[in-house]
């Protein structure tokens, strides 16, 4: 702008030279917005969605802001599986045929399937049925579910580390054969949610320790 300040002959024009400077302005101006509004959206996609405060780690002197997001992300380093209803009832054709196999469960199911539910650091599964040879079929109820205790070693085969026993199958054979079912899981160390020998047991929620997380798991 210096240039407009001096003295010059009448006949040069300066409105050309000056509408230059203000467009290559602009043109610089619009460009470095694009490049921080670029540069700001690939880093909201970088980083990790609801990652707890005290899990981000400290800058250190002299370590870059690439080393600390990859330590952020290097942080997060654990899988959980979920499945739907499992049911290994008495009688079952399922059932059956697990038994005919030797109760090889990677003879029933994909291996593959069973090898991502055991390499899970915590797989969770709905346990569709009761675990009892006591107990009588509620009336009036048209499918209901019971399964010989042994039968538990399904879930340890599978790698099942906690199951949700809040489903309509819970009661099936009645309070018997739900006291039964959650000693077989106490016995078999695989803790369960949804379901309590009372309600405040019922409604207690489970937590596991991951790398520095909580994992909380209710039913």
Request: aromatic share 10%; hydrophobic share 40%.
């Amino acid at each position: 702008m210096e240039i407009i300040r001096q003295k010059k002959p009448k006949k040069v024009r300066f409105l050309p030279i000056a509408g230059g400077c203000v467009g290559a302005l602009l043109l610089a101006g619009v460009t470095c917005c694009i490049w921080l509004w670029h540069n700001s959206e690939a880093q909201k996609i970088a980083k990790p969605a609801h990652t707890p405060a005290d899990s981000i780690p400290v800058e250190k002197a002299g370590q870059t802001e690439d080393a600390v997001s990859e330590t952020t992300d290097a942080a997060i380093d654990f899988t959980l599986c979920f499945a739907g209803d499992i049911s290994v009832a008495d009688d079952a054709r399922t059932t059956n045929y697990w038994i005919e196999q030797n109760r090889d469960i990677t003879k029933c199911i994909a291996p593959y399937l069973v090898d991502t539910m055991r390499q899970a650091d915590i797989c969770f599964v709905n346990n569709e049925f009761q675990y009892s040879n006591r107990g009588t079929a509620l009336p009036g109820k048209p499918y209901t579910f019971r399964a010989d205790p042994k039968n538990v070693s399904v879930m340890q085969d599978l790698g099942v580390d906690i199951v949700s026993l809040a489903n309509n199958h819970a009661y099936d054979f009645g309070a018997d054969a739900l006291l039964d079912t959650l000693d077989t899981l106490d016995q078999a160390d695989i803790p369960y949610v949804g379901v309590g020998r009372d309600l405040e047991e019922a409604s207690a929620i489970y937590y596991y320790e991951l790398d520095g997380f909580t994992v909380a798991f209710l039913s």
